[in-house]
């Protein structure tokens, strides 16, 4: 499962432009203080992984014997827990060098390198042949990718599925909590217009979160790659470290437990599909 055949039809003149976010400020430091489950991975030397990863897998019904391609892998958790599931094999795909090297000390520690391996590759242009996977999985990738290198990305996820794959996208945190729920709360208050942050975002966000999702959002953009079946629901995780004030913070709880207003609470999206 080398994928030469794509890399050899690959040339200069048709690989993609340079990603709007550089691979640079995915740093040792970025994945192992900031991302989900960094302090599970550190305080382990990455035998530990956080229970999201388990959770893809059993939202993505993954099933004995089936190749993962999971795009953005990060410290490559999913690719560990995924062989250890059962799966015939996992890949993961990185364009950040420190992910690779994180990727690669994770499947060292869990002695799943036989089944398990990284790439070094932008996911616009995955070197895998056709028709490789059964699933493939982007965990909170989605955000950092622009409009076009998203409908790219999606594209290549389509072409490496085999007809009747799926694809699980994760996306955190939605674009509606800042930029409505948040702007309302701090708009009709005179006091919180004059103490609030204009922007919620921390500064990683507003460096690598340049694509931020709603609901509708993810289902058309699964829909425009090709994919059937698309869905974008909303997840569970109530996110409101940004929120400046207690009561504030309870109204983003409250929100996300009433079904016709329960995005303008909840911070994270799902997106699924299926290739026909």
């Known amino acids: 499962m080398s994928g030469v055949s794509r890399t050899e ?86 364009y950040s060098p420190a992910a690779v090297r994180l990727t690669s000390e994770t499947i060292r520690v869990h002695g799943v390198g036989d089944r398990a391996e990284v790439l070094l590759a932008d996911a616009r242009r995955i070197p895998l042949d056709d028709g490789t996977a059964d699933l493939v999985t982007m965990l909170d990738v989605v955000e950092h990718l ?75 953009s699964l829909r425009r790659a090709g994919f059937s079946q698309c869905r974008g629901r909303l997840g569970e995780w109530v996110y409101t470290d940004f929120v400046p004030e207690e009561r504030a913070k309870q109204l983003y709880r409250r929100l996300a437990h009433i079904p016709l207003v329960n995005r303008l609470g909840v911070a994270n999206i799902w997106g699924e599909g299926v290739k026909p």
């Open 9 to 94: 039809r690959d040339n200069e003149e048709n690989l993609p432009p340079p990603p709007l976010v550089s691979p640079e400020l995915y740093d040792d430091d970025y994945y192992l203080t900031t991302c989900a489950g960094s302090d599970e991975w550190r305080g382990s030397g990455g035998a530990a992984v956080a229970g999201v990863y388990v959770g893809s897998l059993q939202r993505a019904h993954l099933q004995p014997g089936e190749v993962l391609v999971d795009i953005g892998t990060g410290r490559g958790e999913l690719l560990a827990v995924a062989v250890e599931s059962g799966a015939g094999r996992a890949v993961g795909v990185e």
């Open 146 to 220: 622009a409009p076009r290198e998203l409908d790219q990305t999606l594209s290549e996820a389509f072409r490496v599925l085999r007809p009747g794959g799926r694809i699980l996208a994760h996306t955190f945190p939605s674009r509606t909590i800042y930029d409505v729920t948040y702007r309302l709360q701090r708009g009709l208050h005179p006091r919180r217009r004059r103490t609030w942050p204009v922007q919620p975002r921390v500064e990683y966000e507003l460096l690598m979160h340049v694509n931020e999702q709603t609901v509708a959002t993810m289902r058309r």
